[in-house]
T-cell receptor, first 113, second 113 residues
Framework: GDSVTQMEGPVTLSEEAFLTINCTYTATGYPSLFWYVQYPGEGLQLLLKATKADDKGSNKGFEATYRKETTSFHLEKGSVQVSDSAVYFCALSDNTGGFKTIFGAGTRLFVKA | DSGVTQTPKHLITATGQRVTLRCSPRSGDLSVYWYQQSLDQGLQFLIQYYNGEERAKGNILERFSAQQFPDLHSELNLSSLELGDSALYFC????????????FGQGTRLTVV
C-alpha cells in the first residue's frame, strides 16, 4: 500500500542554518504531496504542496520539489529561525480515486538562538 | 484558524467509560477524517467520511466508531476506554474525497485515568 517515510528526528540546528528534512514515498498512483507543520499545542497546518512531478511547492521560505524519479519530496529552508521549531509531517494523498491522506511519522525540529 | 472546530478541547475520563468527540468541518467541505496522535505511534489515520458515507478505514479499533451527519459534522465514539487510548484526536476536513489538502482542527486531548 501507499506509504511515506521521513527522516527521524529530532533535528537540532542553530538559527540561520540550512534545513533539509528527507521524505520518500511509495504510491501506486500519482499522488499529491504535502508538508504539514505542527507547532506546540496546535493542530497540523498545511505548509506547502505539489500536485505533479517536478512541481515545486514553497511557502514561508520553505521549498520542496516533487521528484517522481526518486519518489522524494524533501523539505528545505535556507535559513531557519527559532520560530520554525515544530514537528514537520510529509504526506501524500492519492489522486486516482484514493481516499485518505497518509502521513509520515513526523520530524521534530529544534532551532537554537 | 483552519475553520475546523473540535469539541471538547480536553477530556478526562475513567477506564471503561465511553466518550464522544465532535467535529465541525470547514464550511463546504464534504470529507472528514479522524486521526489519533500519540507519543509513541505518531499520527494514525482512523477513518474517513465523505458526504455522510464511510470512505476509508485505517487503524481504527472495534471499540471506536464514527459517523457523519447530514449537516456534515462528525462524531467519533470511543467506548470501553483503556489507558492506552489516551491521545490527541484530530479531525480534518477537505473539499474533495482525495487529492486535496486537509485542514485540521486543534484536536481533543483525551486522558484516560
Amino acid at each position: 500500500g501507499d506509504s511515506v517515510t521521513q527522516m527521524e528526528g529530532p533535528v537540532t540546528l542553530s538559527e540561520e542554518a540550512f534545513l533539509t528534512i528527507n521524505c520518500t514515498y511509495t504510491a501506486t498512483g500519482y499522488p499529491s504531496l504535502f508538508w504539514y507543520v505542527q507547532y506546540p499545542g496546535e493542530g497540523l497546518q498545511l505548509l506547502l504542496k505539489a500536485t505533479k512531478a517536478d512541481d515545486k511547492g514553497s511557502n514561508k521560505g520553505f521549498e520542496a520539489t516533487y521528484r517522481k524519479e526518486t519518489t522524494s519530496f524533501h523539505l528545505e529552508k535556507g535559513s531557519v529561525q527559532v520560530s520554525d521549531s515544530a514537528v514537520y509531517f510529509c504526506a501524500l494523498s492519492d489522486n486516482t480515486g484514493g481516499f485518505k491522506t497518509i502521513f509520515g511519522a513526523g520530524t521534530r525540529l529544534f532551532v537554537k538562538a | 484558524d483552519s475553520g475546523v472546530t473540535q469539541t471538547p478541547k480536553h477530556l478526562i475520563t475513567a477506564t471503561g467509560q465511553r466518550v464522544t468527540l465532535r467535529c465541525s468541518p470547514r464550511s463546504g467541505d464534504l470529507s472528514v477524517y479522524w486521526y489519533q496522535q500519540s507519543l509513541d505511534q505518531g499520527l494514525q489515520f482512523l477513518i474517513q467520511y465523505y458526504n455522510g458515507e464511510e470512505r476509508a478505514k485505517g487503524n481504527i479499533l472495534e471499540r471506536f466508531s464514527a459517523q457523519q451527519f447530514p449537516d456534515l459534522h462528525s462524531e467519533l465514539n470511543l467506548s470501553s476506554l483503556e489507558l492506552g487510548d489516551s491521545a490527541l484526536y484530530f479531525c480534518a476536513s477537505s473539499a474533495q474525497v482525495s487529492g486535496t489538502e486537509a485542514f485540521f482542527g486543534q484536536g481533543t486531548r483525551l486522558t484516560v485515568v
